[in-house]
């Protein structure tokens, strides 16, 4: 006599290696998924050199630490409208990479000095007012600072004082 899960039901069709199947599909795809995570982990093999050092090529340098140069305190009137004028006290420093580029920019600082003090004579009170107006001052000024500085490469300007009164 014939147990009940070896005998098909009525109409149904005998179940042919179900769990041999899914083992015969599954067990492949594990390994490989379990070998390319082994792979791109680095685990086997490890990491490819950087360029340059397979050749027998001299490592790059360091990066450049970032040099300040001071900038001297600009007073100017700013283009406001009234009888009353209001001025603005601008104390700052500028930031290049390397001393080398701080030299460059230490010979062009009164030309650096007039540009920024001919700009803030420009501006008017409104367009100082919140850090958006903050952050336009910067980029304006460090573009000219790149341009006066060329081919040194001015990276930020630093404000320590803004006062407008």
Known sequence: MASKAEVPAEGEAPKKGGKKKLLLIALPVLLVGGGAGVWFSGLLG????????????????????PA????????????????RP???????????????DAAALQTALPRIVDLFTTYLREMRPEELRGSAGTHRLREELMARANIIAHPARVTDVLFQEILVQ
Not at 86 to 100: C, N
């Open 46 to 65: 490890g990491a490819p050199p950087p360029p340059g050092q397979a050749s027998g090529e001299p490592a790059p340098p360091p990066p450049r630490l």
């Open 68 to 83: 300040f140069v001071q900038v001297p305190d600009i007073t100017a009137n700013l283009n406001a409208t009234g009888r």
């Open 86 to 100: 209001t001025f603005i006290r601008l104390r700052s420093q500028i930031e290049v990479l390397g001393q080398e």
